[in-house]
């Protein structure tokens, strides 16, 4: 239960407790700047987070397991510290503690904290650990599992901050931020989140967890009770019935994220962001705002338009004339997409495609310092050694296989289960292919939530039922694919691990963001995305509709930026078109510029003129790029309205973009002249003087230093200011 402050019974209770804890509570806290952590061990506080800046403290109750048909809560006695911190690659400071639980002594609860230097978000996980042979168990045939328990009751305004809620019309994912009230809390309601953003007129607090599953298939939630307590728990799939806990097999909760700042919700939001971009992930590479190019929309044009193959663009002579096409518009990183492989699972180079290996390719990237990337998925071709070796690890359901199926024109292959021994397999192949090929860039693609119910994997026996079995493999999967690609990243920490998640049914949440980014969207939504029942009847790609230069893929796309206010938008990558005409250019690169960084299409089809605009844009906008990811968004205006105008300004440096959409254009006139506009800004935080921009005056500052803005359009576009760029 969380505590209640204001009762006398609850005082009383602290009392009694602080009288009985024998020997608990003998730690140096963690400290820095910001916060505080004291680790105590009683029933009803495991330890307690505090922020020196707002001066709250918010006391974490035990996590509660059911072990051999018993609930346990890890009460603990003998606490000390397991290991000397330890500073970690991002330079976050690792601590670790641990305590015998009190009621079972031949169990122990590890706690681990990850606290960033000058960040109050704090990142932690527990281990439970067994010297004897024990199992988790289902006495009532569900999930018995309570992670912690935190009082909200200080905060007025509470809200639940959802990630994955897939949203038919534009064909994808969007955040969604809604009120939690307090008939909510009073009728007991449970809550997804994963992130709770609380606040009142004083100080705010975020809280979070690391999993990932689409909208409203939970295998977590917050527990609301009528004393504005949360208690986050198991819903489903957090361990099988009868999972051993012993020696060799602890279990790991879950990482949750708890931080407080003084201040309003927006103050903890920035902060909960700025923790996402600098401190969650081991690696700093994926949130590095390069450009990127991918060839696939490439492919798909010859496939859709020429009445070609996909892969009949996958050659050597091809991809040598896109890396100087990508090199002039200012990519850096070129990843081939589907095609360039003889077979999944052994990822061999097709020598038909590419006689050297991919050897000239990569020489070509070099030669302009750019990098390499590739297309993967978790399948194994028939006639591969892989499949041959981990036959066991071929994802079934019911007993029945998935596959074999032709691989996007390539040999057939079966779908691997990423929760069994074949994602370290996996592992090492995307390893080798690192240290071969210098690939640092892998995409990974068609990774479904949902298929395996195989009693061999790591998700249950043939002790527990399909369902159990499918629950747990969709609960790990998340867990699992985070902890391939960190250790990817460990070998060569210059890469990075992109998920796509463009369609429905995905692992989405903040588990493989601490490892990773993800790929949003593809083209958007499909005829059947407006209910055409002939699915395909305009010129679109496939059943693709938003495929064209203009206005429209562009707004649907940067319906992603959304989630800035609380992930940054480098963490959502997204490819815009570099074709012309000139409004489309400059209104894809403004959209692009914003944090999502994608290019693609047919580059080497762009006019002199487009080539020109993109390189000069790109080159001015990496003078300012680390600033306009670090800065926090504001947005004047509708996503699709007109005007829509973005500041992405890093306070510390005035540096940063403001980029204003004009985004009419009369659909019956396909000529000019356009609907003419005239829009003026004042910016939110002072700026840096010196600027480059494609159109917008600065008509002076005020006293602040803010920047007041003019754009005048005479038609659809973009203009884009960038503050500090020479
Ligand atoms: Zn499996």
């Given at each position: 239960m969380p505590p209640m402050r204001k009762s006398p019974v609850f005082i009383i209770a602290a009392i009694f407790a602080s009288l009985t804890s024998q020997g608990a509570a003998q730690v140096t806290p963690i400290e820095t700047q910001q916060i505080k952590i004291e680790v105590i061990g009683r029933p009803d506080l495991l330890w307690r987070y505090s922020s020196k800046e707002s001066g709250q403290s918010f006391d974490i109750s035990p996590p509660r397991f059911e072990v051999d048909n018993r609930s346990v809560t890890a009460a603990l006695t003998g606490l000390r510290q397991t290991a000397a911190p330890v500073t970690l690659p991002n330079g976050v400071v690792e601590h670790r503690f641990s305590g015998a639980v009190t009621e079972n002594q031949s169990l122990s609860l590890e706690l681990v904290f990850r606290v960033p230097p000058s960040n109050p978000v704090v990142r932690f996980h527990y281990r439970l650990m067994s010297t004897a042979d024990h199992k988790l168990t289902k006495q009532n045939g569900k999930d018995n599992l309570e992670y912690l328990g935190v009082s909200l009751s200080r905060y007025t305004d509470v809200a639940e901050i959802r990630l994955s809620e897939f949203y038919e019309l534009p064909h994808t994912y969007i955040p969604a931020d809604v009120p939690v009230l307090p008939r909510d809390f009073e009728n007991g309601q449970k809550i997804m989140g994963p992130i709770v953003i609380c606040s009142n007129t004083v100080d705010s607090l975020v809280l979070a967890y690391e999993h990932g599953s689409q909208m409203p298939d939970a295998y977590l939630a917050y527990q609301l009770d009528s004393s504005k307590g949360a208690r986050l728990a198991a819903v489903k799939g957090s361990y099988y019935t009868g999972q051993p806990l012993d020696s060799r097999n602890p279990y790991p909760t879950v990482w949750m994220e708890i931080g407080a700042v003084k201040g309003t919700r927006f103050m903890v939001m920035q902060a909960f962001r700025t923790f996402l971009l600098r401190h969650q992930a081991l690696y700093a590479e994926s949130r590095k705002p390069y450009i990127f190019y991918n060839t696939w929309n490439f492919q798909e044009r010859n496939q859709a338009w020429k009445k070609g193959r996909y892969l009949d663009t996958m050659n050597l002579e091809r991809m040598l004339i896109e890396i100087e096409a990508a090199h002039r518009l200012g990519i850096e990183i070129f990843v081939i997409d589907a095609g360039w492989f003889s077979k999944t699972g052994d990822w061999t180079v097709d020598t038909t495609r590419f006689p050297d290996g991919l050897k000239q390719v990569k020489s070509k990237l070099d030669q302009h310092g750019m990098r390499l990337g590739l297309w993967f998925t978790s399948k194994a071709a028939v006639s591969s050694r892989m499949l041959e070796k981990n036959r066991d690890c071929i994802m079934t359901t019911n007993g029945r296989p998935h596959g074999p199926a032709e691989v996007w024109e390539t040999e057939k292959s079966y779908v691997m289960c990423m929760v069994s021994r074949f994602g370290d397999a996996f592992a090492d192949e995307l390893i080798r292919l690192g240290k071969d090929l210098g690939v640092r860039y892998f995409k990974w693609d068609a990774f479904d939530q949902y298929g395996c119910n195989d009693s061999k994997h790591w998700h249950g026996t043939a002790a527990n039922t399909p369902e159990e079995r499918a629950q747990s493999y969709s609960f790990q999967l998340p867990e699992q694919m985070a902890r391939v690609a960190d250790k990817i990243c460990a070998a060569q920490p210059d890469s990075i691990v992109d998920f796509d998640i463009t369609e429905g049914e995905r692992a989405v949440g903040l588990r493989f963001l601490a490892a990773g980014k993800y790929f949003i969207i593809n083209n958007g939504p499909y005829y059947y995305s407006f209910d055409d029942p002939q699915l395909a009847p305009g010129g679109g790609m496939g059943a693709n509709v938003l495929v064209f230069p203009g206005l429209a893929r562009a707004v649907n796309a940067r319906l992603i930026l959304d989630y800035d206010r609380w992930i940054p938008s480098v963490l959502f990558m997204t490819h815009y078109l570099p074709d012309d005409p000139e409004y489309s250019q400059s209104i894809n690169l403004g959209s692009l510029i914003l944090g999502q960084n994608g290019i693609w299409g047919d580059l080497p089809g762009v006019s002199e003129e487009g080539v020109k605009r993109f390189a000069e844009t790109l080159s001015k906008y990496k003078q300012v790029r680390d600033d306009i990811t670090a800065a926090y968004p504001t947005r004047s205006?509708?996503?699709?309205?007109?005007p829509e105008i973005h500041e992405k300004i890093n306070p510390e440096t005035g540096k940063g973009a403001v980029v204003i959409f004009y985004n009419y254009r009369n659909a019956w006139r396909q000529r000019g002249p356009f609907f003419p506009g005239t829009f003026r800004y004042v910016t939110r935080l002072p700026v840096a003087k010196e600027v480059w921009h494609n159109g917008v005056t600065v008509a002076g500052y005020d006293s602040r230093g803010r920047a007041i803005l003019e754009a005048k359009f005479d038609g659809p576009g973009a203009k884009i200011i960038l503050f500090g760029a020479k």
């Open positions: 205006g509708e996503i699709g309205g007109t």
